[in-house]
């Protein structure tokens, strides 16, 4: 999950879009791996998926801290910067992850939406 490194004296666009596409789908598999679904590792991932039922407002922050959590423990390659939960009803009744991070290694600050 974490294989790539950038040469410092080689960074080129390419190897940026990479890392931050590696990053970004490091986060969707963190966000959306329960806990406790990965026999020899039972603390990765979160439990996101347990207030997918539950949007009302008293929840939104503990969606924010759990997805804080899980992403300060498993993405060691990034800064979090905020996490913003908002409801979306265009499917359904979901919400929208949205982080702001910065890439360590590059000091690019990003956002990505999860859905």
Do not use: C, H
Not at 50 to 72: G, S
């Amino acid at each position: 999950m974490y294989a790539l490194k950038l040469n410092p004296e080689e960074k080129d666009l390419r190897q940026i879009d990479n890392l931050i596409e590696d990053i970004e789908q490091s986060i969707t598999i963190i966000l959306l791996t329960p806990k406790g679904s990965k026999i020899f590792e039972p603390e990765f991932g979160s439990d996101l998926l347990n207030y997918i039922d539950k949007l009302a407002p008293q929840y939104i922050p503990r969606i924010v801290a759990e997805v804080w959590r899980a992403i300060q423990r498993w993405e060691p390659r990034v800064n979090l910067l905020k996490v913003e939960v908002k409801p979306t009803f265009e499917d359904g009744y979901k919400f929208a992850v949205i982080l702001t991070y910065e890439v360590k290694e590059l000091n690019i600050r990003t956002q990505v939406v999860k859905v």
